[in-house]
């Protein structure tokens, strides 16, 4: 018996460590996501977030003791409108403007915007002069409500890519796609029933979750279902094309399921699925905005949360378009039925 | 016997038939091998034309280039005259050796899906009937035995009434019985006029099932013709065949072969009498000696296993 047991567990590390690219992929992707959680998240112990109302993007220190204290997160804003919608929502635990008319912005109901407060006026008066405080009301956005956005797109990333990715690559390996070669069928014609299957199975099934959350957690929704509703198709489409290009050519589950976690890791961490990066570096959220996922979050939130039209989503719906474009075109030039 | 001769009589007429499929020196190199090295032949319309040869012989990758599921390094394959393409995937029909259906698919599903794929579409109670998949229709392709599996696998290559059928070692794995069924079935498909590329490495499927043969080794077909006259053009006479444990004389005054591993010597004669004279006292029990008509396994054998790897 332990020869056998023996005779396949050799078998199978042979495998795997003569598959080298599954190898690598196995071995780079903890290392990168490692350094890359490190630096974006670095210094994410703050305890409070507060909004400097300013046109520059570098925060001036200087201007105001209260900057240099510890454990709060400055962000940089310069939109007065979006920064008391986020004092409003408790997204932001105070808004504060150092210029010519000092002033602040508290939410009254917030408590982490009292102690922010607290703290603002103990670092002592401005030299411009005194600190005009402002009340913004409003009921702060729960977590449910920001997070239901972000499991919906989650989940919608993970069906899409490996629902298509994973599965073609498997339907390579054992021939199945080699029958269908023999047949008439383009492969055109296979990768729009494939793209068309999973998006209305994705749709059924994020509509399903969708409802009972809804029902269950009475989530906050303020804009068009419609608007929803064609983000969760435009989305849709931009992740599934996503997971072809990664299936086109590889004929490896393992080499696949590598690639696609590359893809899923960083794409589930960077595009706010779990929290917003708002204080992260330049850097990130511009790297984050290669994501389709980003741009499905950014723009649901924006839809379920705040209320916003179809016009206001549109420049994610067109970036969402424009990569979908991209990747289908990629995945039916590079796509292979098997090893031709 | 009525069936040998209706189906020589079949294969005159088909002489006078247009070729339904030519290969025309096919070449696949992989690196450092060399799987087809120039294999020609023609197929007839209405024929079942078998390709034999041992385990990698280079079979199932001339059929694969030939189906267009394998790209060529060179060569052509051309379908009743044209170069195999758009009217090729229509109207041709294939059985792999390998090939995996979905799960948690039906039967009839699976026939159905075929079926949408193609113009030409065979009437699919017809196909049922054809295949004797009536009793399996609702059950899911991963339940399926050996021999259903097969039935169904040759279903889906009849789902677009093909013209010209590639079946590719299509009984391999199946039982005597299984195997037996599937011929009948292969027949019946044949008798309705379509051609039958066939690729196996039984030699008594392709004596039952095919009017015309080339035989593959090492990338190259290395003979091509109808079993009969391969045989006559190859052996004179019939076979003696004996135990060696018998032999007790030295029969090197007598010409014959000796499969050493069988333990059987086997005497090609034309006089069949005067050989068993000749035999008589060189061994201990003429009761065990039998005398048979050479075959396609001894044609095999000599051409493959003897004559190119002496």
Request: with cysteine; proline share 3%.
């Amino acid at each position: 018996m332990w020869s056998r047991i023996y005779a396949i567990f050799q078998a199978r590390n042979r495998e795997f460590l003569r598959d080298r690219a599954s190898l690598s992929w196995n071995l780079i992707l903890p290392v990168a996501l490692m350094f890359g959680l490190s630096f974006a998240f670095g210094n994410d112990r703050d305890a409070y977030t507060v909004g400097v109302l300013q046109q520059a993007e570098e925060i001036d220190t200087s201007s105001h003791p209260f900057l240099e204290t510890r454990f709060i997160n400055f962000v940089a804003y310069d939109d007065i409108d979006t920064a008391l919608n986020k004092v409003s929502r408790h997204q932001l635990d105070l808004l504060v403007e150092f210029g010519d008319e000092p002033r602040y912005w508290v939410n009254p109901e917030s408590p982490k915007g009292y102690f922010a407060e607290i703290t603002l006026l103990q670092a002592g008066a401005p030299a411009s002069g005194n600190l005009e405080k402002q009340q913004i009301q409003g009921q702060a956005v729960g977590y449910a409500d920001w997070l239901l956005p972000g499991i919906l797109g989650m989940n919608m990333m993970f069906s899409c890519l490996f629902g298509v990715g994973y599965v073609v690559v498997r339907y390579r390996k054992n021939g199945f796609l080699k029958r269908l070669r023999a047949t008439p069928l383009t492969s055109f014609e296979f990768i729009a029933a494939q793209v068309a299957s999973r998006i209305v199975l994705i749709l059924m099934i994020t509509t399903f979750i969708y409802i009972g959350t809804h029902v269950l957690l009475g989530t906050r929704m303020e804009g068009s279902y419609f608007t929803l509703f064609l983000i969760a198709i435009v989305g849709a489409i931009s992740l599934v094309s996503l997971g072809l290009v990664v299936s086109a050519r590889v004929t490896s589950e393992e080499l696949a399921g590598g690639l696609l976690n590359l893809i899923n890791w960083p794409m589930m961490l960077l595009s706010g699925v779990w929290f917003s990066l708002e204080g992260a570096p330049e850097i990130i959220r511009s790297i984050a905005n290669i994501f389709p996922l980003t741009h499905i979050l950014n723009s649901a939130r924006a839809v379920m949360l705040d209320g916003a039209t179809l016009g206001d989503v549109a420049p994610s719906l067109i970036a969402l378009t424009v990569m979908s474009a991209i990747f289908l075109a990629i995945g039916a030039r590079i796509f292979r039925w098997g090893a031709l | 016997m009525v069936a040998m001769l209706a189906r020589q009589a079949a294969f005159r007429y088909s002489c006078a038939m247009p070729d339904a499929l030519e290969a025309r020196n096919l070449i696949k190199h992989y690196p450092g091998v060399r799987a087809v090295d120039g294999a020609s032949f023609t197929v007839r319309e209405g024929i079942c034309f078998g390709l034999l040869g041992p385990n990698g012989a280079g079979k199932t990758t001339t059929v694969e280039i030939i189906e267009g599921v394998t790209a060529a390094t060179s060569g052509d394959v051309l379908y009743y005259g044209e170069i195999a393409g758009k009217r090729f995937r229509e109207e041709a029909g294939i059985q792999f050796q390998n090939t995996a259906l979905q799960d948690y698919i039906t039967v009839r599903e699976t026939i159905e899906m075929f079926r949408t794929l193609y113009k030409r579409q065979a009437n699919f109670d017809d196909l049922i009937e054809q295949c004797s998949l009536g009793e399996l229709l609702d059950r899911d392709n991963r339940k399926l035995s050996g021999g259903q599996r097969q039935r169904l696998l040759l279903a889906v290559a009849l789902v677009n009434r093909p013209k010209l059928i590639f079946l590719d070692e299509p009984t391999t794995g199946l039982d005597p019985q299984a195997r037996r069924n599937f011929w009948d079935l292969v027949q019946s498909i044949r008798a309705g006029g379509s051609t039958i590329l066939l690729t196996t490495h039984y030699m008594d499927e392709a004596q039952v099932l095919c009017d015309e043969i080339a035989i593959m080794d090492s990338g190259r077909i290395i003979k091509q013709g109808s079993p009969e006259e391969l045989l006559r053009q190859q052996y004179d006479g019939l076979i003696i065949e004996l135990p060696l444990a018998d032999v007790t004389g030295d029969l090197d005054q007598i010409v014959h072969t000796r499969h050493e591993n069988l333990g059987i010597i086997e005497i090609t004669t034309t006089d069949v009498a005067r050989s068993l004279q000749e035999l008589t006292p060189l061994v201990t029990d003429l009761n065990h000696i039998k005398i048979r008509q050479p075959d396609l396994e001894d044609l095999f054998l000599d051409l493959t296993g003897h004559t190119l790897r002496a």
